[in-house]
């Protein structure tokens, strides 16, 4: 079992966290200016990369709260975690 660390919690089973997909995806600005495709490719398109990669999860089963977190993709290490208003960590 691994341990995550939310920001509010501390450290706990990664049972009680639910993904939430790709961090810092910004909501369009004028959402019914998009045409279909482009309201398609912000709904579904998301990068894949293997390595760090930064993305939202929620404490479903704790503070019920969404954050932030790094994480390898190749190996499911998670390298930092951060409240939504707080900027990416700096990692190399």
């Known amino acids: 079992m691994q341990l995550i660390e939310c920001p509010w919690c501390g450290p706990r089973e990664e049972v009680e966290f639910h993904y939430g997909g790709q961090a810092h995806v910004a909501y369009p600005e004028d959402?019914?200016?998009l045409s279909d495709e482009e309201w398609a490719h912000y709904v579904f398109f998301r990068d894949n990369p293997k390595g760090l990669f930064a993305e939202r999860w929620s404490h479903a089963a704790g503070c019920r709260r969404w954050f932030?977190?790094?994480?390898d993709t190749?190996?499911?290490?998670f390298q930092a975690v951060y409240r939504p208003d707080q900027a990416r960590?700096?990692?190399s």
């Open 31 to 33: 959402p019914q200016a």
């Open 68 to 71: 932030n977190a790094v994480r």
């Open 74 to 77: 190749a190996t499911y290490r």
């Open 89 to 91: 960590p700096e990692l």
